[in-house]
């Protein structure tokens, strides 16, 4: 059994970075960069009115009331370029640019039009709403950087630096395939001793959500014939994840039917809990990560080794450092043995803003229900002494709980 980090680290090691990809930015949420994005254009692009008013010379309103010729009218869209002269204001709207000559914008509020006159009442200091040119960026700067996910914000500021396609990482195929005679997909027909597959939606899931392409390959029964067969579907996919047959059993057959099909094993077997029996390999160029059937052991496993994976496929930060965090034990701990525990836990935060993680009082790793409900895996290193209620304890946080942090 080696330790939970250094089977991540083995892990990490046999990741490529993705290839690039152009996609267009209806296309680019959830993606992940894979060069920087630099503005094509400055914006704003000249000195553009931030109200609806009147375009004047500072020095003409210095004292009020002032009156002044009206001489253009500039919607946003349009433009007046002739300068204005001393004593001449023009009629402008939000996001005109100022014609040549102002410098400063009265708000149509604090003036009274007559005919071609307006009079300006209040004084206004000079630059007063006036948006200078590239206000918000210009031509040439980098706004959004490789390895970034890009988001609805993202998305927005592409496209006002006038960049209609973004080189992003082309998404991993993850290929998933359960294992087990006793296990059916959901909504088949299901014997008295038969269990739904929750893993193979559940890992699809995920790799979706990460940023990856989920091909279900079905249920292999267990049997050498159609777990050779069905895994052979694998091939082209960037992982082939299997979930259930990585223990010991006569009936847990993965490494070994693999093993005949050109499985190279890495590590098998992680000091942890849940998620003892992890496989972890390569198939000629596709990775091979074997989870553990329990259906805890393969989302805990998932988000601890399958969730950086993927990371680091698309080049990403893959460390889980960003998910951890500190929180008062609720309850007391026993000492450790030699598996890294990851408890499933709630979560409160306390008026005072500390944090309270319990560890439910049942960790089967059967129990989806519970993982379900949980906010939080507490981790309890390996040889972990007892630890007191109200003791710090790490955490690691679980990506869409209910309490997010
Ligand atoms: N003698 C030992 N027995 C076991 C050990 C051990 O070290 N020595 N390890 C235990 C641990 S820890 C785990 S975890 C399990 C994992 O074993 P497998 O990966 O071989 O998983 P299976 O035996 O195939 O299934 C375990 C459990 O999970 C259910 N299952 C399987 N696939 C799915 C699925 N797609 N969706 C939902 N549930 C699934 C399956 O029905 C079993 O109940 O081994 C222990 N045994
Ligand atoms: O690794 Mo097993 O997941 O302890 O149930």
């Given at each position: 059994m080696i330790p939970v980090e250094e089977a991540l680290s083995r892990i990490l090691a046999a990741i490529d970075v993705q290839p690039a990809e152009q996609v267009s930015l209806r296309d680019a949420l959830g993606r992940t960069l894979a060069a920087d994005v630099t503005s094509?254009?400055?914006?704003?692009p000249a000195a553009m009115s931030a109200m609806d008013g009147y375009a004047v010379r500072a020095a003409d309103v210095a004292s009020v009331p002032a009156s002044l010729k009206v001489i253009a009218d500039i919607p946003a869209g349009a433009s007046h370029d002739t300068p204005l002269q001393a004593g001449e204001a023009a009629r402008i709207f939000t996001g005109a640019p100022l014609p040549p000559g102002t410098d400063t914008i009265v708000i149509q509020e604090d003036t009274d039009r007559d005919g071609d006159t307006v009079t300006v009442k209040e004084t206004t200091r000079k630059g007063a709403y006036v948006r200078a040119a590239g206000l918000d960026f210009s031509e040439g700067e980098t706004l959004l950087k490789t390895g970034k996910v890009l988001n609805a914000r993202d998305v927005g500021l592409s496209a006002a630096m006038n960049r209609p396609w973004l080189m992003v990482r082309r998404r991993p195929r993850i290929a998933i395939l359960a294992t087990g005679d006793e296990v059916v997909m959901p909504g088949d027909q299901i014997g008295p001793n038969q269990i739904v597959s929750s893993n193979s939606l559940a890992l699809a899931a995920a790799v979706e959500v990460l940023g990856g392409e989920p091909v279900l390959l079905g249920i292999a029964t267990d049997d050498a014939e159609s777990l050779k067969t069905l895994a052979?579907?694998?091939?082209?996919?960037?992982m082939l994840v299997t979930t259930g047959g990585?223990?010991?059993?006569?009936?847990?057959l993965v490494q070994s039917v693999l093993g005949e099909h050109g499985l190279e094993v890495d590590f098998w077997k992680i000091a942890m809990r849940p998620g003892k029996p992890l496989i972890f390999g390569s198939m000629g160029d596709t990775l091979m990560l074997g989870l553990p059937g329990n259906p805890v052991s393969t989302i805990v496993c998932a988000t601890i080794f399958m969730a950086p994976a993927i990371r680091a496929m698309l080049g990403q930060?893959?460390?889980l450092e960003d998910q951890e965090f500190t929180a008062l034990c609720g309850v007391d701990l026993k000492q450790n043995d030699r598996r890294q525990d990851y408890l499933r836990a709630s979560l409160i935060q306390g008026t005072d803003g500390s944090l309270t993680a319990s560890p439910f009082e049942k960790q089967d790793s059967s129990m989806l229900r519970l993982l379900q409900q949980a906010d939080c895996l507490v981790i309890r290193e390996p040889h972990a002494e007892p630890l007191p209620k109200g003791a710090p304890v790490r955490c690691l946080r679980i990506p869409g709980s209910a309490m997010s942090l």
């Open positions: 094509r254009r400055t914006q704003p052979a579907g694998a091939r082209g996919a960037d990585a223990s010991v059993g006569e009936h847990d930060n893959a460390s």
